[in-house]
């Protein structure tokens, strides 16, 4: 593709060159452009698109990208995209762009586009009414379909969606909600008032964009309608857009669970100091919190010091219980994320986890004490590993992954209820807890069994 | 509402009842219903339900209560449900039942009905041709919008979605596609080809359903058109299934980054042995990795007993290793997963992953070694931690978390290079590698420094 479009460029072929660039799908259009790295190259190749072809490239392009075309546009050329693009999609512009810019596109918008990009930017950061647009299909209950049709057929162009329909009082109160699909299958003459669905499912504006957009997957809408507190129609979150709120979603999420400050911006796009400063916070805090593993040691160290080979399985205990806690913790943020599982689950989840780690710990003890006797001693020949040394292990093992288990699953839902993101509870942070009660266990069971 | 519905029930107020229930939608009845204990109950409500609510309804149970309600219903009754159903859900139902079950629907369907669910049961799981629905809205590219409205309105009762139309040629090859809106917005008297879009996107059946589900979100698409091998069209995959692939894609990613072997199961509904079935394969594989560490010690136990003030570093330093090695591996497997990253970006992803492991090993290296020489030497008094003990376990840190950083960034790419899934590569796996990395740096460090 790129080959051929720099083949038609270094001939100078332009209408054939046009024809082909706006053959092309704007998403792949958009990461083609970035690829070109000469600037002048790049602008001569958008402009050869139609006014729409542009304006859903743009809207496609990474915030650098849009950034240095604005500067190279005329005003006119500006005012031609923003024409064209979706509300929601300039008001996400707008927010990665420098005050001058910011500046040049409002100037260049009409007055009342500009008081819907400004409504929109006015909501918080991660709510339903930061990430809706405006423009939607709003019917009136005594229109008829015929009149519904006429009405799409006027305004359905700057829509972007119009699939589905949102029937609103005369002040703008959302009352019922029907579709094209549904008008189609009508007929002309029949009302509004008797097709529409009146129980509507609608979402708040300052609402969570998590929120709308689960709930939009659960009830497989095509857009989730956005009300205020007087429950007035004020915008739509339509279906891709839910889309990518959920992958942000679950790439913060995962970030999270990784002990990494989250961030939106593509990994090859971060510097190496963002990418530091979003890692170095929690590797920090870990780390300090692992000083109570060095006290526990440091208290103990002349007892493992007498009998060294307690020494050699610290490491393997440790990550064994850190995997079991892992488990376990993930397992129940990833059930609250999806809503499988409530705050009121707690002690169901408390009571399988108990049994979930005890076959677990069992299992893991047995293959662990069943090695130890049969591989280290007999096989590798260690003799310091005796029935009393691989007991000790083995029921550590046993005992921390139980521990692991309850601790990695009370945790996640306890961070809930006191309104903090379950999603930091995950593995690094059970890690440094369980690895304290792992090693006080081990040490006891130690002094227990093998009286150091 | 339940409270509402109960009173409704025990007072038989039948036809107040019925009108309440056919108002709840169909997602939120299915929760209500199954929330029923009472079966006879739970079949009574249900047949209240309008016949497209109850399909709707239906679709949405789990498997248990739908495979509950199939043996409670009259022939009839279930021929009338499956009637009203999509041919996707029929295949995605037939799949979790029973084969005694699986033959009474088969019976209770029309000839072709059951040949299109075969045709799909037949793709591979997790292929586009194993999510798909036959049934779509298909245009010849000679008629004209009224003709296409028409055929619309004849047979787009039964579709799943009829806003993206597809023109096929008599041998039914892909050669364009509309929408409602666009055939909205045109004259009645308008052909087909004049007004489809001809470089159509689409994918083949056998391709990966998480790659249809991207790429349906990529194009900002409302349907993905399947194609066969010889681009026939044979199914299309509809945004809402392709959501339900993406969250289920991603719950998969992370149960493998947490060490589980992926289940779809909700946690509440997985039994304790399967629970553990899922989580103990990588315990103990990772149990029995960690062995090397244990050699490892044991090969110096006498070195580190000799001074052994170190041991009580050994699980801090394994934890910040392993957090490291973690926040890298997931970064990278995260983006792989979002198409940000490929194969080619691997020499760029290294020497990234080495400058920020650099400056985190760096300022986690100086504030270890000022936390050791202030805070542990002179607030606490431990006199054992000398300059040489400070220092080699912050060198230990430095060198293990750049060490740490370029295998958790490498390993993923690497497994995706030889066709593993890379997030089994997550920080479960690193950390055990790197442990091992980081005793044999911290043991060499100390006799370097320290001379034992």
């Known amino acids: 593709m790129k080959e051929h479009i720099d083949a038609l460029y270094e001939n100078r072929k332009l209408s054939e060159l046009k024809d082909y660039l706006n053959d092309i799908n704007f998403a792949d259009m958009a990461l083609l452009l970035e690829t070109v790295t000469d600037e002048r190259k790049r602008i001569f190749l ?61 100037k260049n918008t009409d007055s009342e586009t500009r008081e819907a990009i400004n409504a929109i930017l006015k909501y918080p950061e991660d709510s339903a009414g930061s990430i809706m647009t405006p423009e939607f299909v709003d019917l009136k209950k005594d229109m008829t379909v015929e009149d519904a049709f006429k009405r799409i057929r006027r305004t359905g162009l700057d829509k972007e969606t119009i699939y589905t329909c949102y029937v609103t009082d005369a002040s703008r109160h959302l009352i019922g909600v029907t579709t094209v699909k549904e008008l189609l299958l009508s007929d002309y003459e029949d009302i509004i008032e008797d097709l529409m669905e009146t129980n509507v499912i609608s979402i708040n504006t300052l609402d969570d964009r998590e929120t709308a957009s689960s709930a939009l997957s659960k009830y497989d809408f ?58 170095i916070p929690w590797l920090l805090l870990l780390m300090i919190s692992a000083t109570i593993t060095s006290q526990i040691l440091t208290t103990f160290e002349n007892k493992l010091a007498s009998l060294s080979v307690l020494i050699a399985f610290i490491p393997m205990l440790m990550d064994t219980g850190g995997n079991s806690g892992g488990q376990s913790s993930v397992t129940i943020i990833r059930s609250l994320s999806l809503g499988e599982i409530d705050l009121k689950d707690i002690l169901k989840v408390i009571w399988k986890e108990v049994r979930v780690g005890f076959i677990c710990g069992l299992s893991l003890g047995i293959v662990c004490f069943a090695k130890l006797m049969l591989f280290d001693r007999i096989v590798l020949g260690n003799s310091e590993i005796t029935f009393a040394v691989a007991l000790a292990v083995s029921l550590t093992i046993l005992l921390e992954i139980m521990a692991a ?39 006891g069971l130690a002094s227990l069994i093998l009286g150091i």
């Open 46 to 106: 958008f402009r050869l698109l139609t006014k729409e072809n542009a304006a859903d490239t743009f809207v496609e392009f990474d915030g650098d990208t849009q950034e240095n075309l604005i500067k190279a546009f005329s005003d006119n050329e500006l005012r031609e995209v923003l024409d064209e693009i979706y509300i929601d999609d300039a008001a996400d512009i707008i927010e990665e762009m420098p005050a001058s810019i910011v500046k040049r596109i409002l």
């Open 405 to 443: 288990k309850i601790i990695g699953c009370t945790l996640p839902i306890f961070a809930k209820k006191i309104g903090f993101d379950p999603a930091v509870m995950a593995s690094p942070f059970i890690t440094t807890i369980v690895d304290a009660i792992s090693l006080l266990v081990y040490i």
């Open 222 to 279: 095509l857009a989730m309608p956005v009300v205020d507190m007087e429950n007035r129609l004020v915008g739509i979150i339509t279906v891709d857009d839910a889309i990518d709120v959920i992958q942000e979603e679950n790439t913060e999420d995962i970030q999270k669970m990784a002990a990494i400050v989250p961030t939106d911006t593509p990994y090859l796009k971060t510097s190496v100091f963002e990418t530091w400063k979003k890692r």
